[in-house]
């Protein structure tokens, strides 16, 4: 078929029809976006990342390349809002070795599970695996305090016979909480919100975090040893740090006692402490050192990132590859505001869409931007040599996909999170770049289902929002001034524009879609 059309076609529009482009599908752009989305998430869903990530033959499995003998030594633990549906997975694959387990989650997961009709994601009847619900609005509480003392006392009673396995997964920290005594639960919350509330910044806060608690910063393999330790992690911090991801209890970390005082005294709070942190910060003996691994302790601890943002990516990938989009990925951390994430999106489109070679301004302004949204000038220059490409060579329509959590400047009252917000913003953007049908379009949405306050993850926009909404009377402008990017699409005659897939059940932050269909093609 391409040799006949090859001596009639133009060779750009051969390209097209040769890569099945989305100009002879039926399928819209809004559909493409969003089907690339849920296929993002299905990549990472709790029970698909545990079993891909566990072979298993007869009684030896391998994890992350390290074969590990089971024979009836196999101990449980996990804690944050994914591991019930990978603690489930684990017990299909593994349960004639399986002793016992304990899990920390989320309070009334288990029944919304049920409700949503996940009932795969559920454990067994008669589990030998105890779940513990805890940590009400994302807090931690007596619940998950209770929950981590369960999982503390069954990993100091194994023996290096044994093999523990950790699930991990966001909001972790919270449902493990187990305070240095006699520091209560309590008296630490304060302490973290205080220098929260004064600035600091992750690592500061994980540094004093750390040093307040019995199991984060290595402390859970600490008390495991000598048993084999393996952790499975579902990451939702950009670039995947496992010493950050629900503050690395089974990571070795250091803990200097200068450094904490130093923290706190950055932010005026060390004379304020309350008597039972003075305490634990005044004795710097053993306390300082046991959670410092090291040497031949360190090959008892694997720990595999088998869920992230790049695993979802590159799933995308595939799926826009499929629907007729040549897939680029931008970056895995982008960040800083939506305001200056939403005009790197609109450049991008801008430089992509234009049938000439674009101007060199909009090159110089990509590369500026790039520092303050997390994206690498190496990351920029090979994305625009690619669309240049794309451009020059005529392969058609691209898909731009990124991953990350950038962050809104609250000033309003309304409704709505960073994913619906840079959805309008980038609308706004693109005004004027119109590509049949209705191109470029942009998805943003949460892999956990969620966007701040809403049902709503996120939302999907176009070309043709920008005049939907004045057709209607919308001030665009004023939602965003009143960070009301939910009522504005909720306003909408369309109605459709949000996206709202319900419980996801997993969470590796953001996802972002740019689809930039073929630019006219310019015939001779």
Request: hydrophobic share 40%.
């Amino acid at each position: 078929m391409a040799r006949i059309l090859s001596f009639f076609w133009p060779k750009p529009l051969l390209a097209l029809v040769e890569r099945r482009i989305p100009l002879f599908s039926n399928m819209s752009l809004d559909s493409r976006v969003r089907e690339v989305f849920a296929t993002a998430v299905r990549a990472v869903q709790p029970d698909t990342v545990v079993r891909q990530s566990i072979q298993r033959r007869e009684d030896v499995i391998t994890i992350d390349g390290h074969k590990l003998t089971l024979k009836n030594n196999l101990h449980l633990v996990g804690f944050g809002k994914a591991v019930l549906g990978m603690a489930a997975e684990v017990e299909r694959l593994l349960s004639d070795h399986l002793v016992k387990g304990i899990l920390s989650v989320p309070h009334g997961i288990q029944e919304s599970l049920r409700q949503h009709g996940k009932n795969h994601l559920l454990l067994k009847e008669n589990s030998c695996i105890e779940v513990i619900e805890g940590s009400k609005h994302n807090l931690p509480d007596a619940d998950a305090q209770k929950a981590a003392e369960k999982i503390k006392m069954l990993a100091s009673g194994l023996t290096k016979e044994d093999l523990l396995l950790v699930l991990i997964s966001g909001g972790g920290s919270a449902l493990l909480p187990s305070p240095v005594p006699p520091i209560s639960l309590q008296e630490k919350l304060d302490v973290t919100r205080r220098l929260a509330g004064a600035g600091a910044t992750i690592q500061e806060l994980n540094t004093v975090r750390r040093a307040l608690s019995l199991l984060k910063g290595g402390g859970l393999a600490h008390f495991a040893h000598p048993a084999q330790v393996v952790a499975l992690i579902l990451s939702d911090v950009i670039g995947d740090p496992i010493d950050l991801i629900a503050s690395g209890p089974t990571v070795q970390t250091e803990i200097w006692h200068e450094e904490v005082l130093s923290v706190l005294e950055r932010y005026n709070l060390s004379n304020s402490l309350p008597a039972s942190v003075k305490k634990v910060l005044g004795e710097p003996g053993p306390r300082w050192q046991k959670k410092q691994l090291g040497g031949a302790q360190d090959a008892h601890v694997i720990n595999a990132v088998i869920g992230s943002n790049c695993v979802a990516l590159k799933s995308a990938g595939r799926r826009a590859s499929e629907l007729g989009f040549r897939p680029v990925v931008l970056s895995l951390g982008v960040s800083g505001d939506v305001k200056l994430v939403a005009r790197l999106y609109g450049l991008l489109a801008q430089f992509a869409s234009s049938r000439e070679e674009p101007p060199p301004e909009i090159a110089a302004e990509l590369l500026s931007l790039g520092p303050d949204v997390g994206v690498e000038t190496w990351d920029l220059c090979r994305t625009m040599q690619v669309l240049d490409e794309g451009r020059s060579e005529g392969w058609g329509a691209t898909c731009l996909l990124a991953g990350g959590e950038p962050t809104v400047e609250l000033k309003g009252k309304g409704r709505g999170g960073r994913n619906q917000e840079l959805a309008l913003r980038v609308a706004v953007a693109l005004q004027g770049m119109d590509l049949p049908p209705k191109g470029p379009a942009f998805l943003s949405g949460g892999t956990d289902g969620q966007d701040g306050p809403t049902e709503a993850a996120g939302a999907v926009t176009d070309t043709s929002l920008c005049e939907e909404a004045k057709t209607q009377g919308l001030d665009i402008n004023k939602f965003l001034d009143n960070n009301d990017s939910f009522t504005f699409f909720s306003k909408l005659s369309s109605g459709q524009r949000l996206l709202v897939p319900g419980l996801t059940c997993t969470n590796v932050m953001d996802v972002h879609v740019l689809l930039i269909p073929s630019p006219p093609l310019k015939l001779n």
